[in-house]
């Protein structure tokens, strides 16, 4: 279902979606409280965004896999889902900013 996702892979120079992990992890995050100065450029960012929704909504479809199989507990599939829907929605709410930001600079008159 998600495989469709790393479709995505051509919009970046970088190849940010190259693999889908089951693990989440936060590197924008982790880069920003660490504080190290590093420069990430724009397209950085989106692409550790965008894996890192993949991920997450890959493992909230793993869980859900699991549970059908017997191998994990309602609870872990309820939350891995909700994480996913949040992320999920986060992802479509920065899409529609973006896009609307675009659409701005594209009326400006130069």
Same mark, same amino acid.
């Given at each position: 279902?998600?495989e469709?996702?790393? +479709?995505?892979? +051509?919009?970046?120079?970088?190849? #940010?979606?190259? +693999?889908?992990?089951?693990? *989440?992890?936060?590197?924008?995050? @982790?880069?920003? #409280?660490?504080?190290? +100065?590093?420069?990430m450029?724009? !397209?950085?960012?989106? %692409?550790?965004?965008?894996?890192?929704? @993949?991920? *997450?909504?890959?493992? %909230?479809?793993?869980?859900?896999?699991? !549970?059908?199989?017997?191998?994990?507990?309602t609870?872990?599939?309820?939350? @891995?889902?909700?994480? @996913?829907?949040?992320?999920?929605?986060?992802?479509?709410?920065?899409?529609?900013?973006?896009?609307?930001?675009?659409?701005?600079?594209?009326?400006?008159?130069?």
């Amino acid at each position: 279902m998600i495989e469709s996702i790393k +479709g995505v892979n +051509g919009l970046f120079s970088n190849g #940010a979606l190259t +693999g889908v992990e089951t693990g *989440t992890s936060n590197s924008v995050s @982790a880069a920003a #409280a660490q504080g190290t +100065g590093t420069q990430m450029s724009f !397209a950085q960012v989106m %692409g550790d965004m965008a894996t890192e929704m @993949a991920n *997450t909504v890959k493992l %909230g479809e793993t869980k859900s896999f699991e !549970a059908i199989q017997g191998k994990a507990t309602t609870r872990e599939v309820v939350d @891995a889902v909700m994480n @996913a829907e949040q992320t999920l929605q986060t992802a479509i709410a920065i899409r529609d900013k973006v896009v609307t930001a675009y659409l701005e600079i594209a009326r400006m008159q130069i």
